[in-house]
Structures are given as C-alpha cells and as structure tokens.
C-alpha cells in the first residue's frame, strides 16, 4: 500500500482533524465552532477514527476493499451494500484465479 492513512484522507477530513487538535481535542469547542451538536460531532469523530482503522489495516489488501470499507465507515453505504459489493468482488477474484488455471486431464 503506498502512502499512509493520512495521504488517504480527503480534504475536508483533514481540516476536521487540523480543527480538532487546534481545539485541544474538545468535541464541545468543535461544536460550536462548526455551529452543530455535540452528538454530530461526536458520531463525525467516531466515523473518522473508524475509517482511519480501515485506511491503516495492513490486513485489507485490495484498494476495491479499503475503499468500500471507508465509505461504510463514512456512513455513505449500508452494512447490506457492504456485504453485497465485497461478495460479488470476491466472486470476480475467484473467477480470475480459476481462469489463470489450466484444466487437470
């Protein structure tokens, strides 16, 4: 995988993150200073650290999997879509590796 988690993150995460830090990791401070709730704030950190896991994992291998797996973590696709996509992709990888294969005789 090139690059880190945080080359990975999209630019408005990145200034979630910047903002955090410069509030002294105060989800109160941050709220007022996006003018939301603290219960948005804090379901937009737990989404964030969540796709940090995802963007990190040295266990996910394919770019096609972390990247769905961020966008499930970003709230963006259900856990049914989740299952869905990363089946028919494990479907396909199967498929090309039985086509790469020579029947036995």
Do not use: C
């Not at 401070?29 to 896991?53: N, S």
């Amino acid at each position: 995988m090139a690059g880190s988690w945080l080359d990975k993150l999209s630019d408005e995460d990145a200034s979630f993150i910047k903002r955090f830090l410069l509030a002294s990791g105060s989800l109160k401070e941050l709220a007022k200073a996006y003018g939301i709730t603290y219960p948005t704030v804090r379901l937009r950190l737990d989404r964030l650290i969540e796709k940090v896991k995802v963007l990190d994992s040295q266990e996910i291998v394919s770019d096609f999997e972390r990247t769905l797996r961020a966008r499930y973590a970003e709230g963006k696709i259900d856990m049914e879509t989740l299952k869905t996509l990363l089946a028919a992709h494990q479907d396909e990888l199967n498929r090309q590796g039985d086509s790469g294969r020579r029947p036995q005789s």
